[in-house]
């Protein structure tokens, strides 16, 4: 239960009380400062606690929004202010600083529409003036039309009434549910309805995991469908992968329309969009088999390519994520496209954002095959991180950018790097130092070929792919032997990346055995998911995963080399086997710490997270 403190004189005919308990707090009064402090240490410290004052004008959602959105330890909004947990200690101090000051509780001016402070007279004003002057971050939340103001008579009382009045809050509500940047097919043909499915799950009491569970399952029986090989089952298959995307956009308009953020949340949301496109991916796969095409080789390569796009966009984000003068003629130039109606449509097509990827996915599936399907995805998803990286790479060139300690952690932590390029490095440190700026990038993508060109091409069993695999553990070392702050390094995390999925794709498709592919696609899933779970953390400010994990499983290189040498050591059948050992271990340790960890967060109370993560 929320606590909210009222304070100042109660006004004849005010919603504020009864406004207050329909958010969920648990509403006390009180006479003065001194006695507002009193109640607020009465009220236990993990617990949300809030001081609004009694002459409060607004609408519920500007309430709302300053109020209960629980990924901000301190929030305010004109003649209200709260905090959670993480901010009681900074709200106790100021509230102490007030009382000891002795200044009362007499309304004072709050604000105008749209939330601008024009003097911070009333008691919770002064509290939030006070947490700012103390150092502490106040998220003060967007209110656009909406009205929050703390009228000082009754003629500014009545106009703001009539503001209030004047302004839909629900329409506002349900509007800011949707993402203010998506995709073309979420935004005209999801997204107009998907709103109204949100609010009907809201007021029914579901939560946004609820609904991402529904997405999950219903995506997980397209792909049993598309796995019956039948037109009928890939018909239905088509049918239900849009519905999952549905819910899937439902899901976060939920959260965003009731505010129901969390670190679990978040974490379910991302991680099951993996799950859901790649048991796709495999049931298409089973289903073609069922009718004598074998297509795992294309499910696999549609995998690591959508993986590396995702790494790519990861690792150039975080590399510039708090950046310095971080600018460049190129993303002028996108700014002035962005300008133009038809071409911010036509760029965020080209990018085949999930939207468009499972509407073409599930329109191949109904009409054509698996195959064609695949290499239409192939073909599509290869042209959109073309396009992607091309910019990424123009941007970098032309920015004149420092780079922080932060952001260069992060590239590390991306980069995977396992027990035997962190011994290396520790040696050739030095050397690595020596070396020009683009080195990092270049060796990355050098160690990558080395190996992945004669796995492709020597052959299943040839000794030259460990030898590439070797020279790659090598090149690993001094790639990451120094911070990646250069301004290409953001490229070393997605040509590891490709090096691995890639030795491992070719060398599963030269074994020529059954079922050898299928093993390789479990493998690269559940690295693939380690990389993401890099990912989640990373943007949940929690840090990589333990060392100790990244370690037990070998790093990049190490899996990279272990699999040549199996390859190398190994019967054709026997490959297959350890590929799905090795796929099983690595599957049981990273899902194990993952769930620890993220279940233990959502206990802990760790402050909660939104990421809108890849545009629908």
Wanted: with cysteine; aromatic share 6%.
């Amino acid at each position: 239960m929320s606590t909210a403190i009222l304070t100042g004189q109660p006004v004849p005919g005010s919603s504020i009380e009864d406004d207050l308990r329909s958010l969920g707090f648990d509403v006390r009064r009180a006479a003065d400062a001194a006695e507002a402090e009193t109640l607020l240490a009465q009220v236990p410290g993990d617990q949300r606690v809030a001081v609004v004052d009694a002459a409060f004008v607004g609408h519920l959602h500007a309430l709302r929004l300053g109020l209960t959105d629980p990924r901000f330890p301190l929030a305010a909004v004109p003649g209200a202010v709260t905090a959670q947990k993480a901010g009681r200690q900074v709200l106790t101090r100021a509230m102490a600083r007030e009382t000891s000051a002795g200044t009362g509780t007499s309304p004072g001016l709050a604000a105008g529409q749209g939330g601008a402070t024009t003097t911070a007279g009333c008691l919770a004003d002064r509290i939030a003036a006070e947490l700012e002057a103390d150092g502490a971050e106040v998220h003060r939340p967007e209110l656009g039309s909406l009205v929050a103001v703390v009228p000082t008579d009754p003629q500014e009382r009545n106009e703001a009434r009539q503001a209030v009045a004047a302004v839909d809050d629900e329409a506002i509500r349900l509007k800011s549910a949707v993402k203010a940047r998506d995709g073309f097919f979420t935004t005209f043909c999801i997204s107009p309805y998907s709103r109204y499915i949100a609010r009907w799950c809201a007021r029914r009491g579901l939560t946004p995991n609820q609904v991402t569970t529904a997405s999950l399952l219903t995506a997980l029986v397209a792909a049993a469908c598309a796995a019956t090989g039948t037109r009928g089952g890939f018909v239905a298959a088509g049918v239900l992968l849009i519905a999952s995307f549905v819910l899937d956009c439902t899901d976060g308009q939920l959260a965003r329309y009731s505010l129901q953020y969390s670190t679990l949340g978040a974490w379910l949301d991302a991680t099951f969009d993996r799950a859901k496109e790649y048991a796709y991916y495999a049931g298409l796969a089973l289903g073609a088999a069922r009718g004598g095409d074998d297509v795992w080789a294309l499910a696999l390569g549609a995998m690591v390519l959508q993986t590396c796009r995702h790494v790519v966009d990861f690792s150039f984000n975080e590399s510039n994520h708090d950046a310095t003068a971080n600018t460049s003629p190129t993303a002028a130039l996108s700014d002035r496209l962005d300008s133009v109606g038809w071409t911010v449509w036509a760029r965020r097509m080209i990018v085949l954002p999930i939207g468009e990827r499972w509407a073409l996915i599930a329109v191949f599936t109904a009409a054509t095959t698996p195959r064609i399907t695949f290499c239409v995805l192939l073909v599509g998803c290869a042209i959109a991180a073309a396009y992607t990286t091309a910019g990424r790479l123009l941007r970098s060139v032309t920015r004149k950018a420092t780079r922080t300690d932060r952001a260069a952690r992060a590239l590390a932590d991306l980069a995977d790097r396992g027990p035997l390029a962190e011994v290396l490095a520790r040696i050739v440190r030095g050397l690595a130092r020596r070396l020009p700026g683009i080195a990092a990038p270049a060796l990355a993508l050098l160690g990558g070929l080395a190996v992945v060109v004669p796995a492709a091409l020597a052959g299943f069993g040839s000794r030259w792919v460990v030898a590439g695999a070797l020279v790659h553990v090598v090149t690993s070392a001094l790639a990451v032997a120094r911070p990646l702050k250069g301004a290409l390094d953001w490229l070393v995390p997605p040509f590891f990346r490709a090096a691995e999925y890639g030795t491992i794709l070719a060398l599963a498709a030269h074994a020529g055995v059954h079922g050898a592919l299928p093993a390789a696609y479990g493998l690269v899933a559940a690295v693939a998911y380690h990389h993401y779970d890099t990912v989640y953390r990373i943007r949940g400010s929690a840090g990589a995963p333990p060392a100790g994990l990244v370690r037990a499983i070998g790093g990049q290189e190490g899996r990279t080399l272990l699999v040549a040498v199996l390859a190398a050591l190994l019967t054709a059948v026997q490959f297959k086997v350890a590929l799905t050992a090795l796929a099983v271990l690595v599957a049981v340790l990273v899902l194990a710490e993952s769930i620890r960890f993220w279940v233990v967060s959502h206990l802990r109370g760790e402050p909660a997270v939104h990421d809108e993560g890849e545009p629908a």
